[in-house]
């Protein structure tokens, strides 16, 4: 089965933190991906890689930057965390881009 | 760009009755996926089911079966025999390239 975690489940910073939110896969997946979910707006991709040292935008990337230095870690980064970044976190990986695994998810609230 | 919508927010169901979960998806692909994901209170996201546009028949998995509806662009999910532990929310997704996901519908299921 394919086991992805995330190191936190629940986290709580000030706002201007640096905050790191991280993922890792086991499968070996090429691809991995950064969502937040809010309610009633769904799961939004803020940013995918699909390789090592690769990264890409998604819909919502502003006030987040990402990191693969490595294939099974995926590192969300929030260079100085605001209240509305306040929100679920999911990572989720895959090896055919069609189908993704999800990590359990971190809840974040910034204050 | 693609959207997907859910049109329930929430629904419910008796335990073992049968409940559909709506979803439709605006595209002009003709070759996609869709999937339903299932988010139990746990928050961890799980792949239900899984759609290859190409394919004119229903995917089914167990008690959970789809109504694909390429023309209407629809996409729902069957629910047969529900179980309490089908309680949860569900979001439906559209991947053509990149994943889109609806806002989810919380499905309620009392004893």
């Known amino acids: 089965d394919v086991k992805v975690t995330q190191s936190s489940r629940y986290l709580v910073k000030r706002t201007g933190e640096k905050v790191f939110l991280e993922c890792v896969q086991d499968?070996?997946?090429?691809?991995m991906f950064w969502y937040r979910q809010d309610p009633g707006l769904g799961l939004r991709l803020i940013y995918f890689?699909?390789?090592?040292?690769?990264?890409e935008k998604g819909d919502i990337p502003e006030g987040y930057s990402v990191s693969r230095e490595k294939k099974e870690r995926f590192s969300l980064i929030l260079e100085s965390a605001s209240t509305n970044q306040t929100s679920m976190y999911l990572c989720?990986?895959?090896?055919?881009?069609?189908?993704?695994?999800f990590g359990p998810g971190t809840r974040l609230l910034v204050l | 760009a693609q959207t997907v919508t859910q049109s329930q927010p929430e629904m419910s169901v008796q335990e073992a009755e049968t409940v559909t979960l709506s979803c439709t998806y605006d595209?002009?692909?003709?070759?996609?996926?869709l999937f339903w994901y299932k988010q139990p209170p746990s928050r961890q996201m799980i792949l239900v089911i899984r759609?290859?546009?190409?394919?004119?028949q229903n995917a089914t998995e167990n008690r959970f079966s789809v109504n694909f509806q390429k023309a209407a662009k629809s996409f729902s999910l069957k629910i047969s025999d529900s179980q309490l532990g089908d309680a949860a929310m569900y979001f439906c997704?559209?991947?053509?390239?990149?994943?889109?996901f609806g806002a989810g519908t919380r499905l309620t299921v009392k004893p």
């Open positions: 595209t002009s692909e003709s070759d996609y996926y």
């Open positions: 989720a990986s895959s090896d055919d881009q069609e189908t993704q695994y």
């Open positions: 759609q290859e546009a190409y394919k004119q």
């Open positions: 499968m070996d997946h090429e691809n």
């Open positions: 890689s699909y390789d090592v040292k690769m990264k």
């Open positions: 997704a559209y991947w053509g390239g990149d994943m889109r």
